[in-house]
C-alpha cells in the first residue's frame, strides 16, 4: 500500500486512524489543510478537534470534575511559553520537557485558590502524560529547547472527514499506475558522485532500480536501525552522526469495538488525573493510558492511546489479552463490574513492523537543529567538472527543522528535495 504511517481502516461504524488523524494548523500556512480543502474534502467548513464530545477528568478517588477550562488553559499556555522561557534566559542549557514542565507545574499550582490546588495539580499531570502519548517518548527523554525551536502553523487542529487516507488521492492520481510498486522492500542503495549508475536500488525480492537520485523517505526508525549496512559506501559521518542523533517515539493507537456500548453515546470523553509519581515510575501499560474517548460520529467504538516504553509493551501482548487487561482496568477505575469485554480490538502496531520501527521522530537530549539541517542537506561533490549534490537525498518528517515531526513536514521536505534536482538537472545543461 502506499502512505507510511497514513493508515485508515473502518471499524463498525466509524473510521479509525492507526496513524496522523489531525492536520496540525488549519491555515493556508499548512500545504496539507490546503490540498484538502481544493478537494472540497470539507465541504461546507473544516471539523475542529475541539468539536469532540465535552472531555471531563476520573480523579483517583473516582470523582468526576468537568469544571477545567482554566487549568486545559494554563497547561496549554505552560507549552506556548516554550520559547520565550529560553529567550528570557538568554541560554541554550538543554533541559528535558519532564523538567520544564514539572517546574512550571509547581509555579502554577500556587496561583490557584488552596483549595483547588490538590485537584489542579492530577489535572497537570494527566495532561502531561498526554504530551507523553504525543511524542511517544519519556518526557525525560525530549529536549524542551528543540520543541522550543519549533514552528506551529495557526488554525488548530483539524480532522479529515474521509480520513486521512483520503489527503493521499490527489497526490498519486497522476502517477502512471506501472510506476508504483508495492512489496519492493529495499535492501540495498549503492550510489557514486560520478559512476554510472550513479544509484542502484536493489530490493529484496531481488529487483534492481538504476537512477541518478533516489530521495530516501525511510522512517527515522528504520534509518537507525539499517543505516550502517544499507548504503554502499557507507553514509558520510555527519549524515551517521544525525541519524544516531535524532529519536523515533513509540506511539499506539487502540480502538475498541462494543455491540452493546455501556456508555452514554456521544458524550464519553474521559481523561484520568494522576500525581508527578504516578506518571513518571509507571510501568504498567493500563496505568499510562491518558485519555479514553468515543470515536466522533460513532456509537460504538472508543479510543486510547499510549506512548514510550508502554506503547512497546502493548505490541507484545495478544488482542485478547488487551480487551482482558483493559476491561478489568476500566471496571475498577469505573467501580462497574458489569462493563463487558469488547467484541473487536486493533492497535497499530507500529514498532514491531520492520518498515517503520516506531511512529513519530522526537528531538532527543542531546540533539539539536543541526542534526535536521545535517540529515537533509547533501554533501557537495564533483562529477564532470560540475559540482553536484550527493545522489542519495532524505525526505520525510525528521528531515524538516521547523515542522519536524508532522505529516506537512513529510510533504514539503519532498517537494524541496525534488525541486533540489529539478535545479540540479537544470543547471548543468
Known sequence: RIGGRIRTSWMGDSIVEMGPK???GGSVANPMFTL?????????????????????????????ITDHYTQDMVFQQMLNDLPDYFRSRRTSQNISLLNYLVLRIGQEVMKFPAELRY???????????????????????????????????????????????????PLV????????????????????????????????NGKEFEADYVIVTFSLGVLKEKYDCMFEPELPQTKQEAIRALAIGHINRVYLEYVNPWWAPGEFNLR???????????????????????IPGSKHVLSFTLGAQQAIDLELITAEEL??????????????????????????????SPHFRGAQCYMPMGSTIGHIKDLYEPPIGRCDDLD????????????????????????????????????TVRESY
Open 119 to 169: 485537584d489542579t495539580e492530577r489535572m497537570f499531570y494527566g495532561l502531561l502524560n498526554s504530551v507523553k502519548g504525543k511524542y511517544g517518548a519519556a518526557l525525560e527523554d525530549i529536549s524542551a529547547n528543540g520543541l522550543a525551536k519549533m514552528v506551529n502553523i495557526p488554525g488548530g487542529e483539524v480532522r479529515v472527514p474521509g480520513g486521512f487516507i483520503t489527503l493521499l488521492a
Open 173 to 204: 492520481r497522476d502517477i502512471p499506475r506501472e510506476n508504483l510498486h508495492y512489496n519492493h522492500a529495499v535492501h540495498t542503495i549503492k550510489w557514486s558522485f560520478c559512476d554510472e549508475p550513479r544509484v542502484k536500488v536493489t530490493c529484496l
Open 36 to 64: 484538502a480543502c481544493l478537494e472540497g474534502m470539507f465541504k461546507n467548513r473544516p471539523v475542529l478537534r475541539a468539536e469532540n464530545p465535552p472531555e471531563d477528568y476520573l480523579m483517583r478517588d473516582g470523582r468526576i
Open 272 to 294: 484520568l488525573a494522576l500525581n508527578k509519581d504516578e506518571l513518571i515510575n509507571t510501568t504498567k501499560w493500563t496505568k499510562s493510558i491518558n485519555k479514553i474517548t468515543e
Open 323 to 352: 480487551a482482558i487487561e483493559f476491561t478489568n482496568f476500566v471496571r475498577k477505575i469505573m467501580d462497574n463490574k458489569s462493563i463487558p469485554f469488547p467484541n473487536n480490538v486493533i492497535l497499530s502496531r507500529w514498532s514491531c
Open 22 to 24: 489531525l492536520i496540525h
Open 388 to 423: 553536484c549534490p550527493m545522489p542519495v537525498l532524505f525526505a520525510g518528517e525528521a528531515t524538516h527543522h521547523l515542522y519536524f515531526g508532522t505529516v506537512h513536514a513529510a510533504r514539503l521536505s519532498g517537494i524541496r528535495e525534488a525541486n533540489r534536482i529539478a535545479k
